[in-house]
């Protein structure tokens, strides 16, 4: 499948960016179709940025905790390997492929954006790895991964969600320190940033990996 695709996908909303495969930092095993590093970052047109704030491209970034969480897999294979998968939030696909390609049996990258579906597809070919795409999970699996998916405190009822899809879970997060779920342990924190880097504050370079696993 052809970058292509993501590219006008991406232009729907930014007509000026384009699609550049993009090697992670400190994760060089994986290449991702990612929005052009030097896209510009001053203010965009009114009806440019009605779009954006419509259908927002987030799929077109590696988030920081999603690079964090991918990073966490490749270097401790056991939390996947051999295990059914669904990734939650997958966006462009960076922790599927990273539990692909850490030996998980199966993978289901699940987003309600289309367009994240179609990035995560194009990405996991890009890479080699095979994955399956839905957009909500649709049976139980061994282990749920979550990453920058609880940005918005309306997503916090998916760490519940997520305990009745799987037998354990873990969740990367750079933008909530502490879950309301106690049930929920603080097992690692790792440096990482967005890329294409946003600027984002010192505050946000960490992301934060939670674990849960059914009693």
């Not at 070919?125 to 139980?140: K, Q």
């Not at 946003?198 to 849960?212: P, Q, S």
Request: glycine fraction near 6%; charged fraction near 20%; include cysteine.
């Amino acid at each position: 499948m052809s970058l292509r695709k993501l590219e006008q996908a991406l232009q729907r909303t930014l007509p000026t960016a384009c699609i550049v495969p993009t090697a992670l930092p400190d994760c060089a095993t994986i290449t991702l179709g990612l929005i052009n590093s030097d896209f510009p970052t001053g203010p965009l047109p009114s009806d440019v940025m009605r779009d954006v704030l419509a259908q927002p491209a987030y799929w077109s970034f590696c988030w920081g905790s999603g690079l964090a969480l991918a990073r966490f897999l490749l270097a401790e294979p056991p939390w996947v390997a051999g295990k059914t998968v669904v990734d939650l939030g997958s966006g462009s696909g960076i922790v599927a492929i990273a539990a692909a390609m850490a030996g998980a049996s199966r993978v289901l990258a699940c987003d309600t954006d289309p367009d994240a579906r179609l990035a995560s597809r194009i990405n996991a070919a890009l890479n080699g790895v095979e994955i399956d795409v839905s957009e909500m999970p649709t049976a139980p699996v061994d282990i749920l991964l979550m990453a920058d998916v609880l940005y918005d405190k309306q997503n916090l009822p998916l760490l519940a969600i997520a305990q009745k899809h799987a037998r354990e879970v873990l969740v990367a997060d750079s933008r909530v320190k502490d879950l309301p779920d106690t049930s929920y342990r603080e097992i690692a924190r790792i440096d990482a940033v967005t890329y294409p880097n946003l600027g984002e504050f010192d505050e946000f370079g960490t992301a934060h990996v939670f674990h849960w696993r059914r009693a």
